[in-house]
């Protein structure tokens, strides 16, 4: 199974901060990288898919790059609703794997 | 709208068998590939399993493969999870999901807001 590594786990940041969150595969996956953003009690929600691609109607201060096994998700300028925990997912071949989540919080 | 409607969860004894099921609406549920994804109490998302758009497919993860069965009945528009011989560790929330793209698996664009799985004695 092809493993999924974020870091930072958790991050504190101030409104308007550039925040940068990294993913790594355990071998290469192409473009078949996901992003999803994770509030507590709510279901998550698809920000990011084929490493860079916007999903319609997220906002644009979200950006995705990389390919092969080195991901990032970059928010440009942190928002008070970006507090959440962000989560990689690999769709290159089954079993889906995810990274273990960055968890964004508001300084 | 696209709305997926999951229920059947609750607390059940170890080793014993529970039904999820998810019930699909604003979308033709029958062109889609479906999932279901599980977070643990204070852990992070879990991938579960997934189904064909038709039923032929199906995929599972190392953690539930053998106990749970996945399964669809595309005239009833729902999706199933057939969990067996349930342990402590299947303890979590889970989310049914459809996939955003009819043609290939990529990525998970609806999904629902879950269904507690208690598993204790």
């Known amino acids: 199974d092809i493993q999924m590594t974020q870091s930072p786990s958790s991050v504190s940041a101030s409104l308007g901060d550039r925040v940068t969150i990294t993913c790594r595969a355990s071998?290469?996956?192409?473009?078949?990288l996901v992003w999803y953003q994770k509030e507590p009690g709510k279901a998550p929600k698809l920000l990011i898919f084929?490493?860079?691609t916007l999903q319609s109607g997220v906002p644009l201060r979200f950006s995705g790059s990389g390919s092969g096994t080195d991901f990032t998700l970059t928010i440009s300028s942190l928002q008070p609703e970006d507090s959440a925990t962000y989560y990689c997912?690999?769709?290159?071949?089954?079993?889906?794997?995810f990274g273990q989540g960055t968890k964004v919080e508001i300084k | 709208q696209v709305q997926l409607v999951e229920s059947g969860g609750g607390v059940v004894q170890p080793g014993r068998p529970l039904r999820l099921s998810c019930a699909a609406s604003?979308?033709?549920?029958?062109?889609?590939?479906m999932h279901w994804v599980r977070q643990a109490p204070g852990k992070g998302l879990e991938w579960v399993a997934v189904?064909?758009?038709?039923?032929?497919?199906?995929h599972y993860a190392d953690s539930v493969k053998g106990r749970f069965t996945i399964s669809r009945d595309n005239s009833k528009n729902t999706l199933y999870l057939q969990m067996n011989s349930l342990r402590a560790e299947d303890t979590a929330v889970y989310y049914c999901?459809?996939?955003?793209?009819?043609?290939?698996?990529?990525?998970?664009?609806?999904w629902g807001q879950g269904t507690l799985v208690t598993v204790s004695s």
């Open positions: 999901a459809k996939e955003a793209n009819p043609r290939i698996s990529a990525a998970l664009d609806y």
């Open positions: 604003g979308f033709t549920f029958s062109s889609y590939g």
């Open positions: 189904i064909s758009y038709e039923g032929s497919a199906k």
């Open positions: 071998q290469g996956i192409s473009s078949s």
């Open positions: 084929a490493a860079s």
């Open positions: 997912q690999q769709a290159n071949s089954f079993p889906w794997t």
